[in-house]
């Protein structure tokens, strides 16, 4: 019996100094590892035995002892939480299968937050969490968990597709800029820059509802605008977010008490086009030389307006189903003093809608009426006599002056103020001039388009920055065919225009 | 973040105060917030993250929280624990309800009360803000709403 007990005993000691032996081990290989190894029992208590990464990986101290879920409470969606307990409890049930329920783990990648002493979210990390049944019999040691911090190469994969995605969309947007001249471009950004501004002082200053109709049209004139500076320039992302913000502040005029809730879309709207002028901007700065060329030759500038005006007359035939054709051989842009430049575009651009607007018939309405389906637009210049004249003329019909003037006298149309009807002054064709030009033209408005009256709006400011320029303005039918406009300057050296003939 | 977002905000707000007081509370036209600061004298604010990321703070002045604990606690003098409790509750409001809406696949943190008129509440610079003015009876608030 004796010696039973002593070899018993032998044997325990033995057995003993081979467990310390054996923990002693573990703790040493759980100190090397680098992921996150741990143990639960059957109730999902942590063990006091892990490896040494994992209060880092989980950035939480006070492991041993508790629940694994109670670490995992807050700190990672409500959902995934109760799909790991029930993950968990299946795991525990001998009856299932381990590879089959493996799919149902919700932490195989998963989003784990931290926080601060504030309760302020501080960091998240991307884990991954698995576990594996080790002895079921065991009440200490029921699962192994195992935990990879994953965070560098999500970011990093993260990072790869957005900046994938980012390139290709400026790859197209370059390729866009590129074929726009640089003087242009930087107009454009200008222009859609004090828009966009405007816009947004017009809304943080409107605070009360009384005042919400009220600010209708003005943001309609900077949606315009902002339309017709993209169109001009024929930037397809770029118009395809102002034409549907124009629309959408169109759809507000239709409401007879807009509230805050109303301008929601638009402010979304505007929040794009914020974004996309600032990556436009951002673009340029790769565009070689741009800073430097402040200002371009006379050369570089002489094909500028009419590319402008093909790119409007292009688009403008595409939405409203209408064919012209461009003549501008007789144009010398080069020849127009330069201080004239920006009023002469102005102008033709404003005629160039007007007309197309307004002046020419459809293809197939002109076909009817035994004409060539294809509409001419003519835009010729001269110097003569001191005096530099440009021309644009058409020959559509499709606002006859008759028409005009006995619309007008039905209508008891009496002029304007700043516009007397009997100023002997006014050369011939004024009278008509003045009816196409005048914004008070209910015929024009009647026709129900918000373009049609910012074309008008465009005209009247035009109108006014000649008569800064001391130009005129007339319009004569050379033939049954043709309706001409010319403007006239005084070439630059010559005195202001005798005030009688001022128009 | 899209058009419905800003919506659900909105209605979120309005719906407390409809409810809390009985009184309508109105909203101005939202805008986009630039670098001037959108902060009064109580700001209780609530993160958002999961598959979007995010922030919404409501920033409210004393004056306007002591006239809303009177008329909740139905008392003449709150102290200034009540008023720190009522903007830490309408931001746990809004947070409630933006669990509701848009699912347990998203983290709301508990809200964090700021005391006192901050210099900024910073946002991310990569993702917009709107600002979302309130006025309830004369009082003017703010909801900061900043999602990807």
Redesign the interface.
């Known amino acids: 019996m004796d010696k039973l007990m002593d070899n018993l005993t032998e044997q325990f000691i033995g057995t003993a100094k081979d467990l310390n032996l054996s923990t002693e081990y573990l703790i040493g290989l759980l100190g090397q590892v680098d992921i996150g190894l741990f143990f639960l029992n059957r109730q999902g208590i942590i063990s006091g035995q892990y490896s040494a990464s994992l209060p880092q990986i989980l950035e939480e101290e006070n492991l041993p002892d508790r629940p694994f879920l109670d670490i995992l409470d807050g700190r990672i969606p409500d959902k995934a939480l109760r799909e790991t307990r029930e993950y968990l409890d299946l795991m525990l049930d001998r009856e299932h299968d381990e590879k089959t329920i493996d799919e149902l783990n919700p932490l195989k990648a998963i989003e784990v937050f931290s926080k601060n002493e504030s309760g302020l979210w501080s960091n998240v990390k991307n884990l991954c969490i698995a576990f594996r049944r080790y002895n079921m019999e065991d009440t200490n040691i029921a699962l192994v968990g195992l935990i990879r911090d994953h965070t560098a190469s999500v970011e990093l994969a993260k990072k790869l597709e957005e900046f994938e995605k980012w390139s290709r969309k400026q790859m197209q947007w370059m390729i866009s800029l590129l074929h726009i001249d640089i003087p242009l471009l930087k107009e454009f950004v200008a222009v859609i820059e004090y828009e966009l501004g405007r816009i947004d002082l017009i809304i943080k200053s409107t605070q009360k509802g009384a005042e919400y109709t009220a600010i209708i049209p003005r943001l309609v004139r900077s949606a315009y605008q902002i339309n017709s500076s993209a169109v001009i320039l024929n930037l397809d992302f770029f118009t395809r977010e102002t034409f549907l913000f124009k629309n959408e502040i169109n759809e507000l005029k239709n409401l007879a008490e807009p509230s805050g809730h109303d301008f929601v879309p638009i402010v979304m709207r505007l929040g794009n086009m914020h974004s996309m002028l600032k990556e436009i901007k951002d673009l340029m700065k790769h565009i070689k030389g741009l800073d430097h060329s402040l200002r371009t030759t006379r050369r570089f500038d002489g094909g500028l307006i009419i590319r402008l005006v093909e790119n409007l007359i292009n688009h403008l035939t595409e939405t409203t189903g209408k064919k012209i054709i461009l003549k501008y051989h007789d144009f010398d842009y080069l020849g127009i003093p330069f201080k004239y430049r920006q009023i002469v575009k102005e102008f033709i651009i404003a005629l160039t809608r007007f007309v197309i607007e307004f002046g020419i018939e459809s293809a197939e309405k002109r076909k009817s009426l035994n004409v060539n389906p294809f509409a001419t637009i003519e835009i010729a210049s001269e110097l003569s006599n001191n005096i530099y004249t440009i021309r644009f003329r058409h020959d559509g019909n499709l606002i006859r002056i008759e028409r005009i003037l006995q619309q007008a006298v039905n209508e008891n149309y009496k002029g304007t103020d700043n516009a007397p009807v009997n100023d002997e002054s006014i050369h011939p064709g004024s009278e008509v001039l003045r009816l196409f030009l005048n914004p008070d033209i209910t015929m024009l408005e009647n026709r129900g388009t918000s373009e049609g009256i910012e074309i008008m709006n465009d005209f009247e400011i035009v109108k006014k920055k000649l008569k800064i320029h001391g130009g005129r303005i007339k319009v004569t039918f050379t033939s049954e065919s043709f309706c001409e406009y010319t403007i006239t300057f005084p070439v630059i050296g010559q005195s202001e225009p005798p005030a009688q003939n001022s128009q | 973040?899209?058009?419905t977002d800003?919506?659900f905000f909105?209605d979120s707000t309005l719906n407390y105060f409809d409810e809390v007081t009985r009184e309508k509370a109105?909203?101005?036209?939202?805008?986009?917030k630039?670098q001037d600061p959108v902060v009064l004298d109580y700001t209780g604010i609530i993160?958002i993250?999961?598959k979007r990321k995010g922030s919404v703070y409501i920033t409210a002045s004393q004056d306007m929280l002591i006239n809303l604990a009177q008329l909740i606690l139905n008392q003449s003098s709150v102290s200034n624990e009540d008023v720190k409790d009522l903007i830490g509750e309408i931001a746990n409001t809004i947070s409630g309800n933006v669990r509701q809406a848009y699912?347990?696949?998203?983290?709301i943190?508990?809200p964090?009360v700021v005391e006192g008129h901050a210099k900024d509440i910073r946002m991310p610079d990569d993702v917009?803000a709107?600002v979302?003015?309130i006025?309830w009876r004369s009082f003017?608030s703010f909801l900061v709403v900043c999602l990807e």
């Open positions: 973040m899209k058009e800003l919506h909105i109105q909203t101005g036209i939202p805008y986009i630039s993160g993250s999961g699912g347990s696949d998203f983290m943190s508990v964090v917009q709107f979302i003015p006025t003017q």
